[in-house]
């Protein structure tokens, strides 16, 4: 049975971490933060998590049953497939639960449009999550055991096997799982996510061509359900997780494919990347719930998806809730409502909200419980190396300074990151970050970590040995040889407190030194799509290095078109040893080894500035009391965000709590 967790979070409890508000403002400069307590829980297998197999009867919720005697779906057995994933009732919390209610977010993001594969959000916040599934899946790892700590969860891809050489892994997808429309998933799917999304250069696949095994890649498709990944050099099991989200999530070939150019003569690629507009719902998909109404700047429906394929040991199909609800709003509302009482989850990420929402959090009749994990929530400044991009002489030349380390080292030393700190948040929450891996990863090494203290007279002697000096004494420093004035334009995501916050501090500091900032702020739409891109000068944004495998284009030289920061091909010095060292911990299976290679990743980003940290913090979980299966210490970021390592298809809340649904007794009609 599930064992009660208890949880420090890698911090301090939230009435400690309250009482520490008033404690004085951190030393003016500080070294790389040592590991912090671990989190404190009994950990279990994965297979104690879930498992397949086949259950003697299935149920399913009251009124999906009229759909069937209706003769609108098929029978539940007929909807599931032959050996559906069964949620083991030990790993939850709560238990087995009832079927009905509304699960509430609030968000600050718009969707984009519903073709995830061409690289289109939905408004993160977990609506993406709700709607994708992967094959392989990574949040729930933050339960199991260190001895099974090899590789990823299955979820899709049921099993695999290696050749000898570790060379090969074929895979073999689960059998029976159907899309939201009924439409049968099968190899197919997956041969168009890989050959016409993945491989294809002119689609913005979050996973671009060579991010995966390294270049040479193949995939082989064996049957309906087992394909075959041919690498050019040995793997691990590390390779697999960037098969899960938000990169190996196959989406449905039967109506893409239509749109597709490479099937369709007509059709152009931005038109196959809007071919599942925002403003037409439902969307198909395999996830829990369907985007079935879409009001723009108010709200996303989400209802339940009748051919999901979990179950719990019951035999209940899953979710347990019926609808989803996605209020529009902003992220500092998230919080503000969750604390409230009037949303039912919240990533609480914006430091400028932790006082007051731990304060009210602490009350004993507040409706939300507080969890704060460890700092895994990491600010950086990204500077564009890829001169060969650039749109004119004077961003060339830009661009070209930023490639020189002790630029970047000097604008490292110039910043007073306790003081950026506390722009943003009074108190212990901000601790400085420079490069890398926060500290609230497995693989953070604080001996193998460079830190760059605070000496603005260190900065300047550098910058001046580049020949930056201010040759028309107007108080900013000039392009080598007399050029023009240093003033680099940086992308913030203008909804985001803390990032704006960050970015005038950073300015400020920066401008002491003689480099001026310019804020150039954008919605987050339009700032994903330059970040992937790589079509900025310079940008500040939260993207936090937990796992080497996650998104790696954001962080690692790993492929021909990574990093986004420097996607020309044209690589820094260091940047083959950090590919190197990148490559050789994804074919190790050795946790020494790839612990040892972390070090090694971890001083080649830090010592030579490959982005500029600002500040890291820790994240609470903010979840309503209502709502069960919530695990206790669920970190907000760890293998994945919390929306997947809470498991929201578990999760439930007693029909005496319930929220009323606003389209109850519906599923999506195509």
């Not at 697999?240 to 039967?254: F, R, T």
């Not at 830190?451 to 040759?471: C, E, I, M, N, V």
């Not at 939260?542 to 021909?560: D, H, K, M, W």
Request: aromatic residues 10%; hydrophobic residues 40%; charged residues 20%.
């Amino acid at each position: 049975m599930y064992k009660k967790l208890t949880s420090t979070c890698g911090l301090m409890g939230a009435t400690a971490l309250l009482s520490a508000i008033v404690a004085p403002a951190f030393a003016e400069m500080m070294p790389p933060e040592k590991s912090l307590s671990g989190l404190e829980y009994e950990l279990i297998g994965k297979a104690d998590i879930f498992d397949y197999a086949a259950l003697d009867s299935y149920s399913e919720a009251p009124f999906l049953t009229e759909f069937v005697a209706a003769g609108k779906l098929p029978a539940v057995a007929d909807r599931l497939p032959s050996e559906p994933i069964v949620m083991k009732t030990g790993a939850m919390s709560d238990g087995i639960g009832e079927y009905g209610g509304v699960f509430r977010h609030v968000i600050g993001g718009r969707p984009e449009g519903w073709n995830w594969m061409a690289g289109q959000h939905q408004g993160w916040g977990g609506i993406n999550m709700a709607m994708q599934e992967c094959l392989v899946r990574q949040g729930p790892r933050w339960q199991v055991k260190a001895e099974e700590q090899t590789g990823p969860l299955p979820n899709l891809a049921q099993s695999w096997e290696w050749n000898a050489d570790r060379t090969e892994v074929t895979m073999h997808l689960m059998e029976g799982v159907k899309w939201s429309d009924g439409d049968a998933f099968d190899v197919e799917d997956v041969r168009f996510w890989w050959e016409d999304n993945v491989q294809n250069e002119s689609v913005a696949s979050r996973m671009p061509a060579d991010s995966f095994g390294g270049a040479g890649t193949t995939m082989e498709v064996i049957d309906d359900y087992t394909f075959k990944f041919t690498f050019a050099s040995p793997q691990s099991e590390n390779v697999l997780e960037g098969l899960a989200y938000i990169q190996g999530c196959p989406g449905p070939s039967h109506i893409l494919k239509s749109n597709h150019p490479s099937y369709n003569s007509d059709a152009t690629y931005e038109s196959y990347t809007g071919s599942m507009p925002n403003d037409v719902t439902p969307a198909v998909v395999l996830g829990a719930w369907v985007p079935t109404v879409h009001r723009p700047d108010e709200l996303v429906i989400m209802r339940r998806n009748p051919y999901y394929f979990k179950v719990d040991e019951s035999g209940q199909q899953l979710p347990y809730y019926n609808e989803m609800h996605f209020k529009l709003s902003t992220w500092g509302d998230r919080t503000a409502q969750a604390v409230a009482g009037t949303g039912d989850f919240s990533n609480m990420e914006d430091p400028g909200n932790f006082v007051e929402a731990l304060k009210q959090s602490q009350d004993a009749d507040s409706p939300v419980v507080a969890n704060f994990g460890p700092r895994v929530l990491s600010w950086r400044l990204m500077l564009n190396f890829d001169v060969a991009s650039a749109p004119d002489d004077y961003e060339k030349a830009l661009r070209g300074v930023f490639r020189e380390k002790d630029f970047r080292v000097a604008l490292s030393h110039a910043l007073d990151r306790n003081a950026i700190g506390q722009s943003v948040a009074r108190g212990p929450f901000a601790y400085p970050y420079v490069a890398g891996f926060a500290t609230g990863s497995p693989y953070y090494d604080a001996d193998s970590s460079v830190f760059q203290a605070y000496d603005q007279s260190k900065a300047a002697t550098l910058l001046d040995g580049l020949g930056l000096a201010d040759s028309d004494g107007d108080g900013i420093r000039n392009l080598p040889n007399g050029g023009d004035n240093i003033i680099i334009d940086v992308l913030v995501e203008a909804e985001r407190n803390a990032d704006s916050k960050q970015l005038e501090a950073v300015a400020s500091q920066l401008e002491e030194v003689g480099i001026r900032l310019q804020a150039r702020s954008s919605d987050g739409t339009t700032l994903d799509t330059n970040r992937t891109g790589g079509t900025y000068t310079a940008m500040l944004s939260r993207l936090p290095v937990i796992l080497p495998t996650r998104e790696t284009c954001e962080s690692f030289p790993a492929g021909t078109n990574c990093p986004n920061f420097n996607k020309g091909g044209d690589r820094l010095d260091f940047e083959a040893e950090l590919e190197t060292a990148f490559n050789a911990f994804n074919a190790s299976n050795d946790a020494a080894e790839r612990a040892q290679l972390a070090k090694d990743m971890q001083k080649l980003m830090t010592e030579n500035v490959y982005y500029i940290g600002t500040v890291q913090v820790p994240a609470a979980l903010l979840v309503n009391k209502r709502v069960r299966n919530a695990h206790p210490g669920t970190p907000v970021f760890m293998y994945e965000w919390a929306e997947d390592s809470v498991m929201r298809e578990r999760l439930w809340t007693p029909a005496s709590l319930q929220v009323g649904e606003i389209l109850p007794g519906t599923v999506a009609e195509y």
